[in-house]
């Protein structure tokens, strides 16, 4: 009697081990064959998914499960962070999470990108595209994660309030330069624009925006530092680049 018992409990034991062998082979068979990414923006789909999925074993569900909940995550330039999220066996979803950047400056053979208080949130050697380029500042050294060094720290709040109404607008501008006396310059292009002192750049922008098709396939110099949306007289031109 105890020895059926002993053999009941053996083959209990048995199909036990087999079913948990037969469910680690199914879970090791399951690939990743769909990827959606999310909140991308500097990155398409197709290079995050080249990044976080390089290979064949990358792909499969359970090593992909264990690796997001065990290891660190995989450090991707302008990425704060991402969180895989598994829709299925075969599916997931990647959420972005990047640092936002309203411009670079150029230092010691680097690009050095800030954020919008000011810190230096990513250095790299090609330039982003879609981030202006900042030039005419004057700052001392530079180090990662810290503030932008700026001799005259108004400036920045100027330049987050031009690369915020660039942004409402969804201009792209090449360079934003500043002059010894806070003038401002644009860079689209061929088009070189003069906006002055900082002085109602909302609707010098909003004009500008206006005129960007008019503008297309043309080089000069446009001048809106004395425009006034209130004042008919103050208007603009377009000079040809000396």
């Given at each position: 009697m105890q020895g059926a018992q002993k053999e009941k409990k053996r083959k209990i034991q048995v199909a036990a081990a087999l079913m948990i062998l037969l469910a680690l082979i199914l879970l090791l068979s399951v690939r990743i064959t769909k990827v959606e990414v999310t909140g991308n923006w500097q990155y398409t789909s197709e290079e995050i998914t080249e990044i976080l999925?390089?290979?064949?074993?990358?792909?499969?569900?359970?090593?992909?499960?264990?690796?997001?909940?065990l290891r660190e995550h995989v450090q991707i330039p302008f990425v704060?962070?991402?969180?895989?999220?598994?829709?299925?066996?075969?599916?997931?979803?990647?959420?972005?999470?990047?640092?936002?950047?309203?411009?670079?400056?150029?230092?010691?053979s680097s690009y050095m990108y800030f954020d919008k208080d000011g810190i230096i949130v990513e250095s790299a050697n090609e330039a982003l595209p879609g981030v202006p380029l900042v030039t005419g500042l004057k700052f001392g050294q530079i180090v990662l994660y810290q503030k932008l060094p700026l001799e005259n720290e108004e400036i920045f709040r100027e330049i987050l309030n031009l690369t915020?109404?660039?942004s409402i607008y969804r201009m792209m501008?090449?360079?934003i330069q500043y002059g010894?006396?806070?003038?401002?310059?644009?860079?689209?292009?061929?088009?070189?624009?003069?906006?002055?002192?900082?002085g109602n750049l909302n609707?010098?922008?909003?004009?500008?925006?206006?005129?960007?098709?008019?503008?297309?396939?043309?080089?000069?110099?446009l001048h809106l530092e004395d425009y006034d949306e209130s004042d008919i007289r103050a208007g603009y031109t377009l000079e040809p680049r000396s």
């Open positions: 999925f390089p290979d064949k074993i990358s792909r499969n569900t359970l090593f992909c499960f264990l690796k997001d909940r704060e962070d991402y969180d895989i999220i598994f829709r299925g066996p075969g599916q997931v979803e990647v959420i972005l999470y990047e640092k936002s950047v309203v411009g670079y400056v150029s230092y010691m915020q109404i660039l501008v090449d360079r010894d006396y806070g003038e401002i310059t644009l860079f689209l292009g061929d088009i070189e624009v003069l906006l002055g002192n900082g609707s010098k922008v909003s004009e500008l925006n206006d005129m960007l098709p008019q503008l297309k396939g043309r080089s000069g110099v």
